[in-house]
C-alpha cells in the first residue's frame, strides 16, 4: 500500500503559479495528477511514467503546466502557470505500480483514472480573476 499526500494548493489571482507537490510513500512506475472542479466530472491533469519520464498532458493544461518527479524522494510535482480561473479546482494525485508506459499514459483518458491504485486525499486551488 503506497500512501499519497498532496501539498502547496492555496488561492492565487489569474496569471499566477502555483507547485502541487505528492510525497509518496513508496516507489510506483505511473503517477499523475487529477483535479475535480465543483459539479463537474473528474478530468486527468498531467501523467507520468515514472520509468522513463514519458509524460502526457491533457489539451487545456498543455504549455502552462509540468509535471516532473524526485525519484530519489519519491515526490511527484506539479507546476502550474498561467493559472485561469477554470483551473480551480481540487486538485489529486494518484499511482499505481504498473510499469507499462502506454497504460499509463491512457490513465488520463476519461475514466481512465479509475484503474489508478492509489490516491491522496487532495489540495484545493482556487484561482480568482
Known amino acids: 500500500q503506497v500512501q499519497l499526500t498532496e501539498s502547496g494548493g492555496g488561492s492565487v489571482q489569474a496569471g499566477g503559479s502555483l507547485r502541487l507537490s505528492c510525497a509518496a510513500s513508496g516507489n510506483t512506475s505511473c503517477m499523475g495528477w487529477f483535479r475535480q472542479a465543483p459539479g463537474k466530472e473528474r478530468e486527468g491533469v498531467a501523467i507520468m511514467h515514472a520509468t522513463d519520464g514519458t509524460t502526457r498532458y491533457a489539451d487545456s493544461v498543455k504549455g502552462r503546466f509540468t509535471i516532473s518527479q524526485d525519484r530519489a524522494k519519491n515526490i511527484l510535482y506539479l507546476q502550474m502557470n498561467s493559472l485561469k480561473p477554470e483551473d480551480t479546482a481540487m486538485y489529486y494525485c494518484?499511482?499505481?505500480?504498473?510499469?507499462?508506459?502506454?497504460?499509463?499514459?491512457?490513465?488520463?483518458?476519461?475514466?481512465?483514472?479509475?484503474?489508478?491504485?492509489?490516491w491522496g486525499k487532495g489540495t484545493l486551488v482556487t484561482i480568482s480573476s
Open positions: 494518484a499511482a499505481d505500480p504498473t510499469d507499462h508506459r502506454w497504460w499509463c499514459t491512457q490513465r488520463l483518458n476519461p475514466g481512465g483514472g479509475d484503474a489508478l491504485d492509489y
